[in-house]
């Protein structure tokens, strides 16, 4: 390790950006603060990332999630297509 690092150049802010996503303060209530974050604590997944989902959900911009059956309905398409 150094003794003396030079951070003449270095910037502020996250190392990662993240694209497609914008940094807001928001006032949420604190009872469904209190809520997601406690569902947080049981799924493992972070809280803000729930109420992104939630969010998400409301507005109709969730993409389903690609099941067996979906998967074996597009087979049988593109099959009977090619026929």
Do not use: H
Request: proline residues 2%; hydrophobic residues 35%; charged residues 35%.
């Amino acid at each position: 390790m150094k003794k003396e690092y030079d951070f003449s150049k270095g910037k502020r802010g996250a190392v990662i950006p993240q694209v497609g996503k914008t940094r807001i303060t928001i006032y949420l209530d604190d009872a469904i603060l209190k809520r997601f974050k406690a569902k947080s604590e049981r799924t493992g997944k972070g809280y803000q990332t729930l109420i992104n989902d939630v969010l998400n959900s409301y507005l109709g911009l969730m993409e389903k999630p690609l099941t067996a059956e979906i998967v074996r309905k597009i087979v049988r398409e593109e099959l009977s297509s090619a026929s």
